[in-house]
């Protein structure tokens, strides 16, 4: 085990979605850790979900954070729909930093919906974002860790990835395929030093689950629900008296991932779900 405080020195952290919520926090940590950084992010709304994405001063705080921990930080507006997209940022990432290592493909949305009212465009948006996504990044980045004999992927799922629920059939659905998606390269490349795995995080306090819409379809009962007000069906869905983790929690798991004692973990999948998990079938 490395007892350096700066493992990852020398390394290269790519994390698509980074601009704020749980990437900006693993990149954060992974540049604490000594790890330059490359992110992508749409920095643009996606008109199927009822929340804003991230900014362009999301991401200028992201780097600034970076750059505060002495790191460097490539940053790019990209789009993880689109493999020529991914593929020219990781390629224009090792042309700048030399090396790809270390793959977090986080960039996900949620779209609310009835299924007998769910819409192609909000179906199409998630799974092309949420799981085609997390494909175009492993797929990016993958060329340049098998010419480097190392690297260190990790899928970002969820609870619902592990279960089911029945208002967000295509986010459950997207999330199930980013399990089979790493566990199916994580047996791809065990013959190499590259392991790959998923993260399937419990509410985690970010945008996606801090906004008006979610809030509204948390307490239908009333017209203007408060955070205060949906803390208790958050809670509900764990089984620690929590309702949310916050980002660095995540990011915690993250750094253990990618360290020294993290080597032998590939095709597993990480809950860090409140105790959620104990009543997964297996
Ligand atoms: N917040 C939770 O409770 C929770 C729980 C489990 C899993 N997750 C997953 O964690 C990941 C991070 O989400 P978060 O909680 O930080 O939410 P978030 O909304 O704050 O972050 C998601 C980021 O992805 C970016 N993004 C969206 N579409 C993109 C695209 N097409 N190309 C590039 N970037 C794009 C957004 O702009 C945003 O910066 C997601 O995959 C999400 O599904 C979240």
Redo the contacts with the bound molecule.
Sequence with gaps: MSTSTRPLEGKVAVI??G?????RSHAVTLAKLGANIAL????DD?ATTGYP??SRA?MAETIALIEGEGQKCFASV????DLDQMISFVDETVETFGSADIMIA?????SQGFIAEFTAEQWNDVID??LT?VFNAIRAVTPHMVESGWGRIIG?S??IGRTANGGIPAYTASKWGVIGLCKSVALALANTDITVNAIA????A????HNDEVYKVMRPDLAHPTMEDVASVFMSGHEQKLP?ME?QEISDVVAFIVSDAGRHFTGTVFDISAGASAKFSA
């Design positions: 698509t979605g601009a704020r919520g749980q990437g992508c992010d749409l920095c996606v994405g991230a999301d990209a789009d993880v729909r986080n960039a996900g949305i949620v974002i949420n996504g970002i969820s609870m995080p419990g509410n985690v970010t945008p996606m689950i949310w980002p």
